[in-house]
């Protein structure tokens, strides 16, 4: 498997603008997480799907935000309007399960710019 | 909710030396807990995963202990190389440290 993979891996986008982030997991993994990195705030967990069924969205930080998971192989995280404070690293990561001995695998992310 | 917490948040080291990062939770009802490095500008790399029923797992020069009781798990890094630099974060039930920024001098 090529591992969790993420696109685009850079977006400049003005402010205002719908951005839209895509993440495909690894085949068979149930759950899939959406991060959003920044110097000042660290790896904030933004919602997290297990079965493509959000459980988790209480990270989300605003309605602007919203995550969709349509099928086991694909989800997206949209960002409408977009804002300069936006602007970090978002990363999508799966995994097999929560339990016991699974690991989160992590895509490379994507570098978001607003301006 | 889980508060995972790492110290030192950074930390500067000459080649060759045996070094600890500390990841400390608070909730102890844990699956268990993961070690990721991540490289600047990258992702994360998976490090360890200790199991919430194990102490420790060793990779290589890596070894990784977990005690739930006092909720604390610790990276234990040996001998030391200028290609460890790099932040080392610790999760426990999907919530991240903010990391351990580590500089291994030549």
């Known amino acids: 498997d090529a591992g969790v993979i993420q696109s685009p891996r850079h977006e400049v986008t003005e402010m205002g603008q719908e951005v839209t982030l895509r993440c495909k997991p690894i085949s068979g993994h149930d759950y899939l997480f959406w991060y959003r990195q920044t110097m000042m705030r660290g790896l904030e967990l933004l919602i997290y799907?297990?079965?493509?069924?959000?459980?988790?969205d209480s990270g989300m930080p605003e309605d602007r935000f919203s995550a969709k998971m349509p099928n086991a192989s694909f989800s997206t995280l949209k960002i409408q309007p977009s804002e300069p404070r936006d602007s970090a690293v978002y990363f999508c990561?799966?995994?097999?399960?929560?339990?016991?001995?699974?690991?989160?695998?992590f895509g490379q992310g994507t570098r978001l710019t607003v301006v | 909710k889980q508060e995972v917490t790492q110290i030192p948040a950074a930390l500067s080291v000459p080649e060759g030396e045996n070094l600890v990062l500390n990841c400390s939770f608070t909730?102890?009802?844990?699956?268990?807990l993961q070690w990721f490095r991540q490289d600047p500008g990258k992702g994360l790399t998976s490090l360890l995963l200790?199991?919430?029923?194990?102490r420790e797992q060793t990779s290589g020069r890596l070894n990784a202990s977990l005690d739930k009781s006092s909720g604390r798990s610790t990276l234990y890094i040996a001998a030391s190389q200028p290609g460890d630099s790099a932040t080392y974060l610790c999760t426990s039930k999907i919530i991240f440290g903010s990391g351990t920024r580590l500089s291994i001098r030549p």
């Open positions: 990561a799966s995994s097999l399960a929560l339990g016991l001995n699974t690991e989160a695998f």
């Open positions: 909730d102890s009802a844990i699956y268990n």
């Open positions: 799907f297990n079965n493509n069924v959000p459980i988790d």
């Open positions: 200790i199991q919430s029923s194990q």
